[in-house]
C-alpha cells in the first residue's frame, strides 16, 4: 500500500479558498478509485469527493459546487479544491484509497481545516 502524504490546510476565513494535496510515495495510477474524507473529534469520517483513474467524480451533497477533486497521476498526487469556505468545513481531512477506506483500512495524519472568523 502507498503512502499518502495530505498537505495544505489552514486557518481561513469563511468565504475563502485552499487547495489539498494528497501525495502519495508511490505510483496512483493502478488506484481506481482515489477520495478525500474528513472528521471531526467525536464525529465519524465523512466521504467528500471521490475520483477514478478515469477522472469521474462525486461529491458529498454539503460539497457540491463548491469543491473539486482531481488527480494528476503523473504526479502521483490528488487535489481538493476548495471554495467558498463555510465554518461547517473545519475538520481534518485525509485522502485515501476508495478500496482501503470502504474496508477499514489505514488512514494517514490528514491535514486540518479551519474556516472561522
Known amino acids: 500500500q502507498v503512502q499518502l502524504d495530505e498537505s495544505g490546510g489552514g486557518l481561513v476565513q469563511p468565504g475563502g479558498s485552499l487547495r489539498l494535496s494528497c501525495v502519495a510515495a508511490g505510483s496512483i495510477f493502478s488506484i481506481d478509485t482515489m477520495g478525500w474524507y474528513r472528521q471531526a473529534p467525536g464525529k465519524q469520517r465523512e466521504l467528500v469527493a471521490t475520483?477514478?483513474?478515469?477522472?469521474?467524480?462525486k461529491y458529498a451533497d454539503s460539497v457540491k459546487g463548491r469543491f473539486t477533486i482531481s488527480r494528476d497521476n503523473a504526479k502521483n498526487t490528488v487535489y481538493l479544491k476548495m471554495n467558498s469556505l463555510k465554518p461547517e468545513d473545519t475538520d481534518v481531512y485525509y485522502c485515501?484509497?476508495?478500496?482501503?477506506?470502504?474496508?477499514?483500512?489505514?488512514w494517514g495524519q490528514g491535514t486540518h481545516v479551519t474556516v472561522s472568523s
Open positions: 475520483i477514478t483513474r478515469r477522472g469521474s467524480t
Open positions: 485515501n484509497s476508495a478500496l482501503v477506506a470502504n474496508t477499514g483500512g489505514s
